[in-house]
């Protein structure tokens, strides 16, 4: 249907981008890549790289707002950059 909303969740089965994290300041953007289809509402994801990304540094990518909104009642940033605004503290500033 329209407006049906989908969520990717590798939590029972994923492949190795399931390590790939939240990052308040992203070095990755997610791509939507369609392969065998052009269902838009199934697509398969891919990362790119925003920048060069040393040996040992974590990757991620923004969750964005529409994600914390739906699941930032679960579970909040326990760490992350001063800019981060999904942040435990700043999620109690804004209470």
Known sequence: EDGEVYCLDARFYGDVSRFINHLCQ?????????????????????????????????????????????KGKYFSRRRGSPKCKHSSSALAQRQ
């Open 26 to 70: 992203p070095n990755l953007i997610p791509v939507r890549v369609f392969m065998s289809h052009q269902d838009l509402r199934f697509p398969r994801m891919a990362f790119s790289s925003t920048r060069q990304i040393e040996a040992g540094e974590e990757a991620g990518f923004a969750c964005g707002d529409g994600f914390w909104g739906s």
